[in-house]
Structure formats: C-alpha cells, structure tokens
C-alpha cells in the first residue's frame, strides 16, 4: 500500500461545476497536511493547508478526518485556470518525512 | 523576494556519465530539500537539510547520490554515474523554520535531467 495515495483522475468538469478529490494516508503518525497544485511542467506550489477543524479559502475547501485518514478538497464553481494537478502532502510533526501523492489531474472545460 | 534559484534547467547526459545540479534558497530558508519528480508521479523526497545538516536521506540511493549543504545555504545534487532511470526532474524547495511545526515548502523550477 502507497503511503499517500490520490484517484490519478483525470476528472473532466465543465466550467461552474463542484469537483472534490480525496487523498488516503497510512502513517498515523501524521501531522502536517496539505494540498499543493502543480500547472504542467511547472513546479508545485502550495495551494492550502489541511486542519483538523476544516479551512475554506474562496472556493476551496479543505477537510482532515484522521480516524479514516484522509484529506479531502472541494473546489466550487471551477473556472478554466483551475486545471492543474493537485498533490496530497502529508508530514509527520516538524516537517519531517514529507510525501507527496502522485496528484489528481483537474480538466475545466468551457 | 527572489525565489527559489536552481540550475541547469535542462541537462542531456549519457548513461554512466555524471552530472551536478546546483540550488540556491530563498534567503534566509533554513530548510532545504532535494526531490525527484518522475513523469507522472508525485515528488519524492531524496533528502532534507537543516541548515548545514542532513535529517533525512533515507530514499537518496547513496551508491550514486550525493549532495551537500556547505555553509547552510546553497546546495548540490550530483549523480554519479547515472542510469536511464534517473531521467526526471530534481526539485529543489525550501521553507524557513528550524525547529518545530511546519510550514510551505517554496520550489524552483526544476533541473529536467534527460539521461541517453
């Protein structure tokens, strides 16, 4: 079992539409979480971070459930710049032993 | 702020040959990381700096990895000699705590190693 692991998509979502993605990991020990996106051939950069009690950043949203053990994103009203490739982060306390998922490939269509 | 500085950006080599990529932090960054992107697949860490020391290499394959932090600051990756399958792109990234807790990881763009 991969440590982080991500559905590879892609998913294929009109303009307008709500589109989530989740993200399982299997180290319990896990502290840090985060949703990076990664524009192709482009390096990944931080889209949010995940806390335990949720965050929202405009249209995107962010859930932990640590007894399941996983973390989730919501996107509403997906524009066209949304498409992308977004990473699960995971990392134990202190930033040690950063993995990141193999990502979600997101296509917006017009 | 200037980003994350690495160089090359792009590299052909010949298997067996050896080759150095080099990286420069955002300034004042205590942290810093070295990951291999394989296509399509997510970064994997090779190895994380302190400043000047290694807490973490356990994925660097150390029988033709190298790299080192001198001074705490820039950083080199070096291959040698490399295999076919090292053909990827060398992520540099930093972020500027240095103890405790986590924070963003800021990457540069990337050294895409092409090896023949």
Same mark, same amino acid.
Not at chain 1, 89 to 101: A, D, H, M, N
Not at chain 2, 95 to 114: K, M
């Given at each position: 079992r991969k440590e982080v692991e991500q559905d590879p998509g892609p998913f294929n979502v009109p303009e307008g539409a709500t589109v989530a993605f989740n993200c399982t990991y299997s180290?319990?020990?896990?502290q840090s979480f985060f949703w990076y996106r990664q524009d192709c051939r482009k390096e990944p950069k931080l889209l949010m971070s995940v806390y335990s009690s949720g965050n929202e950043d405009g249209r995107f949203t962010a859930q932990l459930n640590r007894a399941s053990q996983y973390i989730s994103l919501l996107i509403r009203?997906?524009?066209?710049?949304?498409?992308a490739t977004y990473l699960c982060v995971v990392s134990l306390?202190?930033?040690?032993k950063t993995i990141f998922g193999a990502g979600t490939r997101l296509f917006v269509k017009a | 702020e200037a980003g994350v500085a690495q160089s090359p950006r792009y590299k052909i080599i010949e298997k067996r040959q050896s080759v150095a990529f080099w990286c420069n932090p955002i300034s004042g960054h205590a942290t810093l990381y070295w990951y291999q992107q394989i296509l399509g697949q997510g970064p994997k860490l090779l190895i994380q700096f302190q400043n000047n020391g290694v807490? =973490? =290499? !356990?994925? %660097? $394959?150390k029988d033709r990895f190298s790299a080192e932090r001198l001074k705490g600051v820039d950083s080199t990756l070096k291959i040698q $000699?490399?295999? %076919?399958? =090292? !053909?990827a792109v060398y992520l540099c990234a930093s972020s500027p705590r240095t103890s405790g807790g986590t924070d963003t990881q800021y990457f540069g763009p990337g050294t895409r190693l092409t090896v023949l």
């Amino acid at each position: 079992r991969k440590e982080v692991e991500q559905d590879p998509g892609p998913f294929n979502v009109p303009e307008g539409a709500t589109v989530a993605f989740n993200c399982t990991y299997s180290n319990s020990a896990s502290q840090s979480f985060f949703w990076y996106r990664q524009d192709c051939r482009k390096e990944p950069k931080l889209l949010m971070s995940v806390y335990s009690s949720g965050n929202e950043d405009g249209r995107f949203t962010a859930q932990l459930n640590r007894a399941s053990q996983y973390i989730s994103l919501l996107i509403r009203d997906s524009k066209l710049s949304d498409s992308a490739t977004y990473l699960c982060v995971v990392s134990l306390w202190g930033g040690f032993k950063t993995i990141f998922g193999a990502g979600t490939r997101l296509f917006v269509k017009a | 702020e200037a980003g994350v500085a690495q160089s090359p950006r792009y590299k052909i080599i010949e298997k067996r040959q050896s080759v150095a990529f080099w990286c420069n932090p955002i300034s004042g960054h205590a942290t810093l990381y070295w990951y291999q992107q394989i296509l399509g697949q997510g970064p994997k860490l090779l190895i994380q700096f302190q400043n000047n020391g290694v807490v =973490d =290499d !356990s994925q %660097l $394959p150390k029988d033709r990895f190298s790299a080192e932090r001198l001074k705490g600051v820039d950083s080199t990756l070096k291959i040698q $000699p490399a295999k %076919l399958e =090292d !053909s990827a792109v060398y992520l540099c990234a930093s972020s500027p705590r240095t103890s405790g807790g986590t924070d963003t990881q800021y990457f540069g763009p990337g050294t895409r190693l092409t090896v023949l």
